[in-house]
């Protein structure tokens, strides 16, 4: 795949890929060029068998600031409905693998709802969080009022959403909306290894589960419970289940196939 604002290192013996996006000088603004690239990036480490989890930065300035206001600002409704635009975020949305997003410096607007769309969040000291849409005119339009709201509640989202202010990797860690925070060199370090250890993980167990916990965000919590529990039953069909018991009891390592 030849990609212009997406890098890609498949590290084969962790089966982790790291994807990077690159285009720095514009603090990684979201142009659709980008997106398409990214959603092409994750759908083929989707479908890749040596990959269990992919990592997703930006570089230590920015993860990413938002969509690109340059292409956009001339934008009419109808430009954007025909566009559809969010087609590919849809799609990023749909990736089985976990995602980890690597967040150091700014991840605002797009950039914000890009980590939040993520599986887990692992910042650098000098990470920023923000929804500032708000000052030039607009809204989240990315997922922002409900995945940030679902994170860090409302009173929170709002004083976010509504001022457009940044919170700090700190007060992100507080209000739950990251995992942890490392120094600044260690970021992406730390990002692979929790992306390693789930890759040694059985594949189909935590794309399953990733699923099931996905599914909390959509329905009751009866309905969810009923999905949770096929899950756990379906999982006993896999070659996964029967060799991690069987390996438990009898004192060893396990060696998973994904199957
Ligand atoms: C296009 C952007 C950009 C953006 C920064 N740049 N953000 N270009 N779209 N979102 C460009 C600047 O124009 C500049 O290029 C270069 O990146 C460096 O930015 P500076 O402003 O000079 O850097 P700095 O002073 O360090 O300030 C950084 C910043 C600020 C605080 C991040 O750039 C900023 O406020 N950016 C806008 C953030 C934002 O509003 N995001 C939400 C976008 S709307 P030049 O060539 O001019 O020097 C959105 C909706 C999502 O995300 C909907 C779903 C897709």
New binding site residues.
């Given amino acids: 795949m030849s990609m212009e604002f997406i890098l890609i290192n498949k590290d084969a013996a962790k089966f982790v890929a790291h994807i990077q996006l690159n285009r720095p000088?514009?603090?990684n603004?979201?142009?659709a060029q980008l997106?398409t690239e990214l959603r092409d990036a994750l759908q083929e480490m989707d479908t890749d068998d040596t990959i269990h989890a992919v990592v997703l930065s930006g570089n230590e300035?920015?993860f990413a600031?938002?969509?690109?206001?340059?292409?956009?600002a001339d934008k009419s409704t109808i430009d954007m409905y025909l566009e559809d635009?969010?087609s590919v975020?849809d799609a990023i949305r749909k990736i089985k693998k976990p995602i980890i997003a690597a967040v150091s410096g700014?991840a605002?607007?797009?950039?914000c709802?890009l980590a939040m769309m993520c599986d887990m969040i692992v910042a650098s000291e000098t990470a920023q969080f923000?929804?500032?849409?708000i000052?030039?005119g607009?809204m989240?339009?990315?997922g922002?009022t409900q995945r940030l709201t679902r994170a860090v509640g409302k009173v929170r989202a709002m004083e976010m959403i509504l001022t457009?202010k940044?919170i700090s990797a700190e007060e992100a860690l507080q209000a739950g909306l990251i995992n942890k925070i490392v120094p600044v060199e260690l970021y992406l370090e730390d990002a692979v290894k929790l992306a390693a250890e789930i890759a040694k993980m059985p594949s189909i167990a935590v794309r399953i589960a990733k699923e099931t916990v996905l599914k909390a965000f959509e329905t009751s919590l009866e309905e969810g419970l009923a999905f949770e529990r096929k899950n756990f039953y379906l999982l006993f069909s896999s070659e996964d289940q029967k060799e991690g018991m069987k390996a438990f009891i009898e004192k060893r390592k396990p060696e998973f196939e994904g199957r």
């Fill in positions: 000088k514009e603090l603004a979201l142009n997106m300035k920015a600031v938002g969509a690109d206001i340059k292409e956009m635009k969010f975020w700014f605002l607007g797009g950039g709802e923000g929804q500032p849409e000052k030039i607009v989240p339009g990315a922002g457009g940044f």
